[in-house]
């Protein structure tokens, strides 16, 4: 089955600095989707982005189809946006659905 | 809109229990989802169901049952729950399978089996 990397696995980052998360997958994929999980366990789907790009304040993401990579960008990050951040594919062979989500970015924003 | 609810929010079983788990949503939402979630992983997806009265398996649908009986809500049940089922357990939903993307996620339940 398809394989979903991400990293880095862990970041610790100042308040205030922008970071890059990336998301690679091995195989082409019907959706993409970047969720947050606050440190309380809740989840947030930030984007659906199969391809292209998208922007939502200080979050942005762009999707790579054709070479299998995502990219979460955090900018002017803030003590809020600590968590772990998963990306989630959908394959496109499996008669069912299938939603593999990588195995997360944990991120640590520092005051 | 409360969104999506999850019953209960804890919950501690001995082997061989049985228990039932509730997702509630109140969107209008076709397509209804249950993962599991365990230390360092990502989620798993266990059941979903496309509709009302329709269910199907996911990556990891072994030792659990779902039904559908009313668009609102999935039940996620354990006939005899064992210790490899301790997990924090997430209902999503969306409003179709394209959209698969715009999922809205429950609080989750955490399940202990001793």
């Known amino acids: 089955g398809i394989q979903v990397e991400q990293s880095p696995p862990d970041l610790i980052l100042q308040e205030g600095a922008n970071s890059t998360l990336r998301c690679n997958f091995s195989?082409?994929?019907?959706?993409l989707q970047w969720f947050h999980q606050n440190p309380w366990g809740q989840l947030i789907n930030l984007f659906y982005?199969?391809?292209g790009t998208k922007q939502n304040g200080r979050l942005s993401a762009t999707t790579v189809a054709t070479e299998r990579y995502s990219l979460l960008y955090i900018s002017s990050s803030q003590t809020t946006d600590s968590g772990v951040y998963f990306c989630a594919v959908d394959e496109t062979k499996t008669s069912y659905d299938k939603v593999i989500f990588g195995p997360g970015t944990s991120l640590s924003v520092i005051p | 809109n409360a969104g999506v609810t999850q019953t209960p929010k804890f919950r501690v079983l001995k082997t061989g229990q049985s228990m039932t788990l509730l997702c509630a949503q109140d969107m209008n939402h076709e397509y209804m989802y249950w993962y599991r979630q365990d230390p360092g992983m990502g989620l798993r997806l266990i059941h979903y169901s496309v509709g009302e009265g329709t269910t199907a398996k996911g990556e990891v649908p072994d030792g659990y049952n779902v039904s559908r009986l009313k668009k609102q809500n999935f039940l996620l049940g354990l006939e005899s729950a064992a210790p490899s089922q301790t997990s924090v357990y997430f209902c999503a939903s969306s409003y179709s399978r394209d959209t698969l993307g715009e999922q809205y996620f429950g609080p989750g339940t955490r399940l202990t089996v001793t």
């Open positions: 195989d082409s994929v019907n959706n």
């Open positions: 982005i199969p391809s």
